[in-house]
């Protein structure tokens, strides 16, 4: 029931930063967590990071480091990303995705019930 519309992905050089958005809508979206993933061609949807929307805590996957930041805007029922220092290795179609209600933050794609189109980001050298 939870709407998603990702935006903000764009061609950057390496070493450039971006930051992209996800505008939720619809159902009960303030009581549930929300991530970003990412998928490049030939290899399997990533986990990058996710957020509580109640209470904003976070996680991130293993293999993010410190490269890249979730947050959120409440009164603009907006998440972000935020990615520095964007590798050729970064391109990818990068989504957004909604849990069930009251469920916390999960590094699994299939925690998460409601997905949005996705956004590319293409990184060249």
């Known amino acids: 029931q939870v709407q998603l519309a990702e935006s903000g992905g764009r061609l950057v050089q390496a070493g450039a930063s971006l930051r992209l958005s996800c505008t939720a809508s619809q159902g009960n979206f303030r009581a549930t967590s929300f991530g970003w993933f990412r998928q490049a061609p030939g290899k399997e949807r990533e986990f990058v990071a996710a957020?509580?929307?109640?209470?904003?805590?976070?996680i991130y996957g293993d293999s993010m480091e410190g490269r890249f930041g979730i947050s959120r805007d409440n009164s603009k029922n907006t998440l972000y990303l935020q990615i520095n220092r964007l590798e050729p290795e970064d391109t990818a179609v990068y989504y957004c995705?909604?849990?069930?209600?009251?469920?916390?933050?999960?590094?699994?794609?299939?925690?998460?019930?409601?997905w949005g189109q996705g956004t590319q980001v293409t990184v060249s050298s």
């Open positions: 995705a909604a849990a069930p209600p009251w469920q916390s933050p999960v590094a699994q794609s299939n925690g998460y019930s409601y």
């Open positions: 957020l509580s929307w109640f209470n904003g805590f976070t």
